[in-house]
């Protein structure tokens, strides 16, 4: 589900993980496209990580089908151009791309590290700022992009440019622990949403699921909250 003026976290694969992207014209194509079809279709871009099978971005929709309409325009435009470049035919990507909502400061900060890391944690790099096909560089100041504009939950963590720059630096000293990583991946994969207790129970019963309470269990697979362990998603009609 993609909600008006609600952050998501989209990541679309290469077919059977197969290469997305195989050489730098590539990445440069693919964000040209992007910046110019977020724009058309009102769709925010606060950060991105092109790797080389797959594509994470953190966007906010201004209409519910503003992120649909875009990324089908982006395959569109996008996949002609690679199988032409690299002699091949077909799909490129793996079915429709996943998402989930991502809200509340805590999420929405921790989705823009887990995108930024990708490369770190794949072992490609040994810090964000040396992968050059992400936002990480834009985010902390580095260069400029009119592709990137800042959540509200980034920029509220200075009110001066520099040292909102330093502050989103620091947040990459720690890293994300296991429960929130694994949170972030499977809510993205199965479309749960990744958020305040509110929006979930808002999102759930707009659905027509309900929130079952639970004695013991694994962790929820949409995510951890206040209550983290505690309740799980019944995915049944009321």
């Not at 769709?43 to 099978?53: E, P, Q, S, W």
């Not at 995108?115 to 794949?122: D, F, G, Q, S, T």
């Not at 639970?214 to 505690?230: D, L, T």
Request: glycine share 6%; proline share 7%; aromatic share 10%.
């Amino acid at each position: 589900m993609i909600l008006p003026d609600v952050a998501i976290h989209v990541v679309q694969r290469g077919i059977n993980r197969a290469p997305c992207f195989g050489a730098e014209s590539d990445y440069l194509v693919y964000l040209s496209s992007l910046r110019q079809l977020s724009a058309k279709h009102g769709c925010a871009v606060h950060a991105y990580c092109l790797m080389t099978n797959h594509v994470h971005l953190l966007l906010t929709p201004r209409t519910a089908d503003a992120c649909t309409k875009m990324m089908r325009d982006l395959g569109q435009r996008y996949v002609p151009y690679f199988n032409q470049r690299h002699g091949r035919t077909g799909t490129l990507w793996e079915g429709r791309f996943r998402s989930c909502i991502v809200d509340s400061a805590r999420y929405v900060l921790a989705c823009y590290r887990y995108i930024e890391l990708n490369p770190v944690r794949a072992g490609m790099v040994e810090e964000p700022a040396a992968y050059p096909w992400s936002s990480y560089a834009v985010n902390t100041g580095i260069c400029s992009d009119p592709l990137i504009a800042a959540h509200a939950e980034l920029t509220a963590l200075a009110t001066n440019g520099n040292k909102r720059y330093a502050a989103y630096r620091e947040l990459f000293a720690d890293e994300i622990d296991q429960p929130l990583l694994a949170a972030i991946r499977d809510c993205t994969n199965q479309g749960y949403p990744l958020a305040s207790e509110a929006l979930k129970s808002d999102v759930m019963a707009r659905l027509g699921w309900k929130i079952a309470p639970v004695k013991s269990g694994p962790r929820p697979s949409y995510g951890p909250g206040p209550e983290f362990g505690q309740r799980v998603l019944a995915l049944a009609p009321n």
